[in-house]
């Protein structure tokens, strides 16, 4: 294994600019070697059999034959056009069918029945995505660490990962017997449960249970209610004094939680004191199972209110938990405004390290070295790109050999559970390649918000309500609104209000539900709440582009107000600027 280049000033490794040959031949070899196994494991299920996407493909295998690997990769290569979720969408749709047959579901994308059907944060569509993922055993040797690898982690952990699902679909054979219930949940939940080995069937069993190296009962990420879902994880976390690291989605949500606990602060330390947990809602189904695990702990319930809450102090979670070393969270894209927050609260001893790059579709990369927004490939799916200035054809897809560092691509996928190539709609800039396995080392670009809007949603939102009689809006931009809790998208708007701009907040969620109907069921359990809108004075635009401009050292004609703006110091910059908020 080659030495990785340092950087002479702060002694971590950066990628190359380029491939060197024999890089070259461990890539290609290696995804040659995944794409076969791919083609192979998937071309007789359901959906490779029948899918018109891939009718050409299918005759040149049969007249090809698939035992020799270069053929059947040029196949592939060749002749399987770009996919998107209408070629999916009848396929998964059996199973909404009730009955749900095993004969209609087994073997429908990959060999088996999945392990869970996913819901997508979907970035498009008038309606969540939904996926089927199946518990594939690794072939490759693992190169990186897992997130959730315990092997120097010396006390208990808390991962804040909901495990829930909305519903169970209920596979039955002719005679009517079930033969196995599959989740529709989240893919954190569902990567966590395959990692652990956690099938549905045996939930009850693990209610009570406070698994090994845990801080919080296995009950408590069963919690579909957001704020209590917090708030139970916080309570059992605060109890412990031992905590070695905190695993949580993105970053934002350690925020979220810490305003919890900030809020209900004597609630809590009373409840360690006595040994309670606290009446919440949507917690009945677990209170008895959490009540267990809770003791009554006067010692740590002084000791708490003597440090205070969360933003009494600097580095308040090193006080609390003096022996925690790191928050696992996302932190790049929009969720990196939070990070200066989160440092203060967390100090300089623990560190933040992300979770890594991916979709629903797919657990696409690591972060690099310790970064929290750069990242290297690791998956043992197919990871094909798309010049992103080039058109939107099979043909001008390139291979990870063929990327140039300084470029800017789209991500195409072929996984382990289906044989198509699907556009997930990121675009990813290539920053080098890794000099031990060759694998790209890529920026990622804004492709989720928080709540799960992209700029198109926000968009074709924010158009929905542009009028003369609602608010005549001329730019806008939207941040994470966390003034409050659940967190929600916050415009800050220029532009004239009409004489019914008292409906805008309800219309500008109306046009969101229209892009994804997701946003209702958050809502409905208080994952969020309607939009905000704040009024900025007129120029104010014009004022940030020549600000950025000034500051970057370019005119200001070249900077675009972002849809999603994900930078604190202009968040603040804009809220002095409002003159109302609806």
Request: proline fraction near 5%; glycine fraction near 6%; aromatic fraction near 8%.
């Amino acid at each position: 294994m080659s030495q990785l280049e340092l950087d002479p000033l702060t002694a971590t490794p950066v990628p190359s600019n380029s491939l060197t040959p024999k890089l070259q031949t461990l890539l290609t070899e290696r995804i040659d070697r995944l794409l076969l196994r791919i083609i192979r494991a998937n071309f007789s299920t359901k959906f490779a059999s029948q899918a018109h996407t891939l009718a050409i493909f299918r005759d040149v295998v049969a007249a090809h034959g698939t035992e020799v690997n270069g053929t059947l990769l040029q196949d592939f290569r060749s002749h399987v056009a770009l996919m998107d979720y209408h070629s999916y969408k009848p396929f998964i749709a059996k199973f909404h069918e009730k009955p749900c047959k095993e004969s209609e579901v087994e073997n429908l994308f990959a060999p088996g029945l999945p392990f869970s059907l996913l819901w997508s944060s979907t970035t498009s569509g008038n309606a969540p995505k939904m996926f089927a993922r199946y518990h594939h055993i690794a072939k490759e040797a693992q190169i990186r660490r897992s997130v959730y690898d315990r092997i120097d982690v010396e006390g208990p952990e808390a991962r804040v990962i909901y495990c829930g699902y909305k519903e169970l679909k209920e596979v039955e054979r002719e005679s009517g017997e079930v033969v196995k219930r599959i989740p529709l949940g989240i893919s954190s939940g569902t990567m966590l449960r395959m990692t652990s080995g956690w099938d549905v069937d045996d939930d009850e069993s693990r209610m009570s249970i406070l698994m090994p190296g845990q801080a919080v009962p296995w009950a408590a990420s069963l919690i579909t209610h957001h704020q209590s879902f917090l708030m139970i994880h916080a309570l059992f976390c605060l109890a412990c004094r031992d905590l070695d690291r905190l695993i949580m989605t993105f970053a934002p949500v350690f925020m979220d939680l810490l305003r919890h606990v900030d809020e209900e602060w004597e609630m809590m330390v009373t409840c360690i004191k006595n040994g309670t947990i606290p009446d919440l809602e949507g917690i009945g189904h677990a209170r008895s199972f959490l009540q267990v695990h809770l003791h009554a702990n006067p010692g740590r319930a002084a000791e708490l209110r003597e440090i205070g809450p969360p933003f009494s102090c600097a580095g308040w979670a090193a006080r609390v938990w003096p022996k925690m070393r790191m928050l696992l969270a996302v932190g790049s894209g929009p969720y990196a405004f939070v990070l200066p927050k989160v440092r203060s609260v967390l100090g300089p001893t623990i560190a933040i390290l992300g979770r890594g790059y991916g979709a629903t579709e797919s657990v696409v990369a690591t972060c690099y070295e310790g970064h929290l927004d750069i990242f290297v490939l690791h998956t043992e799916d197919v990871v094909e790109f798309l010049d992103a200035a080039a058109e939107e054809i099979h043909e001008n897809i390139l291979q990870q050999w063929q990327l140039e560092a300084g470029k800017q691509y789209q991500v195409v996928l072929t996984t382990r559970d289906g044989l198509w190539r699907y556009p997930l709609g990121d675009i990813i800039e290539i920053v080098g390649f890794d000099t031990n396995d060759g694998s790209p080392v890529f920026n990622s670009s804004i492709r989720l918000w928080h709540a799960l809007m992209s700029d198109s949603d926000l968009v074709s939102a924010v158009q929905a309500i542009s009028s003369g009689d609602i608010i005549q809006v001329h730019e806008f931009t939207v941040v994470l609104d966390d003034r409050e809790l659940p967190a929600t998208a916050g415009y800050f708007v220029e532009g004239s209000l009409g004489s019914k701009s008292h409906l805008a907040r309800q219309k500008l969620f109306e046009a969101l539900v229209a892009t994804n109907l997701e946003h209702q069921f958050a809502l409905d359990n208080s994952w969020s709440r309607l939009p905000t809108i704040r009024i900025v004075k007129a120029g104010t635009f014009m004022e940030y582009r020549l600000r950025k401009g000034k500051k970057l050292n370019v005119g200001a004609g070249q900077i675009k107000v972002p849809a999603i703006l994900s930078e604190s110091g202009s968040k603040e910059w804009l809220e002095e600027r409002v003159i109302q908020e609806l």
